[in-house]
Each structure stands twice: as C-alpha cells, then as structure tokens.
C-alpha cells in the first residue's frame, strides 16, 4: 500500500527586512524634481552685482559726510537698477537719511532784535516754550531789556506759571512804568487776574516814560 503523501511546505515571501532597498540617488532625484533644483544655488543676475558696486559707493560718500553725492548714488541705484528690488529697501533707508541732511536749515536768530522778533511769533503761535528760549538768550545778554522781561511774563502766565510771571512783570515795571499801564488791559495776562502779588504789582499809577520802546503786541492785542 503506498504511503500518503506529506504537504509540501510554501515559500515564505521576503520579510520588509529582507526586501530589496532602493537606492536614494539618481532614482529619488528623478522621482523628485524640485529636490533637484533646491540643491543648485540660485544664479544672480549681473546687474545685481553692478547694482551693489554703486550702493557701496553711496555708502562711502555718505561715511564722508558728502550727503548730496551719495543721495546721487542711491537715487542711480533705483532709476538704473529697477529690478533689484531687494535692495531698494535699504536704498531708500540711506536716501532718506541723506535728504535730510542735505536739506537747508533755516538759522537761528542772532541779534537781540531777531530774538525778540522771533519770540513774538512763537507767542502768537502758542509755541510758548520756543519764546522763552529765545526770551532767556535776550535777558542773558541784556538784563535790563524790559521788552523780554515783560514777554516773558506773558509767557509764563500763558503757561499757567504765576510765580514766574510776576517776577519777570514786576522787574519789567521798575524798568519801565510804562508797562504797569499796558498789563493793565492786557488779555495775554488775564491767568494772572486772580493773583494777589499780580494786583499789588498793578496798584502803583503808572509814570509815562516815553523814550522806551513799548512791547511788540502779542497776538490778543493785536
């Protein structure tokens, strides 16, 4: 009698372990175009680096302090190089800088007149910390100018400053009496209205003086 037959054991299939493992070469680069690409360096155009060449000139003229020729520079750097816009941002950045340092500044009053002037402006304007400045540099060089020393009070009592207003009123009176008589009506004083020092400093009757100059009206008494 013939013996029964025994199943033939099947193959295995391969494991993952054992699985054939693809190369990470050529194959993923030709799977994968764009990692092809990122590993090239981006090429620059040749006006970039021309472009650059002027900046650093601009730069150069303005370490100088030649502000004009390098706002020329920077200016050439956008008319000539329109498409490096990645350096325009720091192209206006120093042309800004240039421009307003190339910019005319007006100057500052010189002579006792020109402050005084300058200060009855910056009165009428309401710029009554610039008045004072300009005030300050008058009664410096003369002392006894009551013209400044009275607009100086107007410029206090505008800033709710009593104290220092009637100082200055009070030396401007003795000065020149004549003053009494104006910051009698005068409205720029009118903070001071309510000040006890500021009424006995009006109490006195005023003595014409005629050959002193009256104070530049202001702009209530204008």
Known sequence: MAKPRRPQPRPSRPSASQSPVRSSGSAATANNPSTARSTQTPKRRSTYFEAVA????????????????????????????????????????????CQRQAAPRESSPQTVDERLYAATLAINGGQYDQA??????????????DHALYMLAVAHAQR??????????????????ENRGLARNDPDLEPLREDDAFRIALEAPTVPRPERRRPLKTKSGR
Do not use: T
């Open 54 to 97: 002027l900046y650093e000139r601009g730069l150069e003229a303005l370490q100088r302090h030649d502000y004009r020729q390098a706002a020329d520079l920077f200016q050439s750097v956008l008319r000539q190089y329109p498409e490096e816009k990645e350096l325009h941002e720091r192209v206006r950045l120093y042309l800004n800088i």
């Open 160 to 177: 709710n400053e009593p104290a220092e207003a009637v100082a200055h009123l009070e030396r401007a009176i003795a000065l020149n009496p």
């Open 132 to 145: 004072i400045s300009h005030l300050r540099l008058v009664r410096d060089e003369d002392p006894d100018n």
